[in-house]
């Protein structure tokens, strides 16, 4: 069976530092791959989304960026955070278009 | 373009009582629709799912009918539980362009014993 893991659970940074978030999908091959973001009593809002290694492509101009340095990782950086950047960040994959999407337990991210 | 809105929530409901969370849909061509839940703290996970026109999908005494007619994709349960307590997001594929799902606002649900 497939799962998706993410890390940190939680992280807690200040304003100008750097940001590096993790996810890794296990069970499956070749998964679009996906980060959203979602602030506190809102909806969720798609950030980046990958169908291939090194293929990201960008949803929301921002400070953040996104990598797929292999099949099964994707990972959320950004290089000085803004307190803007506080919230949920989800991960999450899917086998392909027009399929469902399957979440990540998230990262807790609060930008002090 | 492609959108989703659900009912404006918070929504409050008895231990027992019946459930219907509205959601309605605008899409080009023939989407597939889904119903995720998230409880606090948690990522979304997926309850249900319908991939055409008049299926139903169901998942732990939820079901929601696709309608086309009425471009619509309501959330129904019979007796709610405390449990059931969580934030309710429906969401559409996208057919055409990039491979997203499109979700809408999400709808707090509390349930009270």
């Known amino acids: 069976s497939q799962t998706i893991h993410q890390w940190p659970a939680t992280l807690v940074q200040p304003v100008g530092s750097p940001l590096s978030l993790e996810c890794t999908v296990e069970?499956?091959?070749?998964?679009?791959l996906y980060w959203y973001r979602q602030a506190a009593g809102r909806g969720l809002q798609l950030l980046f989304y990958s169908v291939g290694i090194g293929q990201i492509s960008s949803e929301v101009p921002q400070n953040l960026s996104a990598s797929r340095p292999q099949d099964r990782q994707f990972i959320l950086s950004s290089k000085k955070l803004l307190l803007s950047d506080s919230g949920f960040y989800l991960c999450a994959w899917s086998p392909g278009s027009n399929y469902e999407q399957y979440f990540g337990p998230g990262t807790r991210l609060t930008v002090t | 373009g492609n959108s989703v809105t659900q009912m404006e929530g918070p929504v409050t409901l008895s231990e027992e009582a019946f459930l219907t969370i509205n959601c309605t849909y605008t899409?080009?061509?023939?989407?597939?629709l889904f119903w995720y839940v998230q409880y606090p703290g948690e990522g979304l996970q997926l309850l249900l799912k319908a991939t055409k026109a008049d299926d139903k999908g169901s998942n732990k005494g939820f079901e929601a009918t696709y309608r086309k007619e009425t471009t619509s994709f309501h959330l129904e349960k019979g007796s709610v539980q405390v449990s059931d307590s969580a934030v309710y997001f429906c969401?559409?594929?996208?057919?055409?362009?990039?491979?997203?799902?499109?979700f809408g606002q999400g709808t707090r649900l509390t349930i009270n014993p």
């Open positions: 899409a080009t061509g023939y989407p597939s």
């Open positions: 069970g499956t091959s070749n998964p679009n």
């Open positions: 969401a559409l594929s996208r057919i055409q362009g990039a491979q997203k799902l499109v």
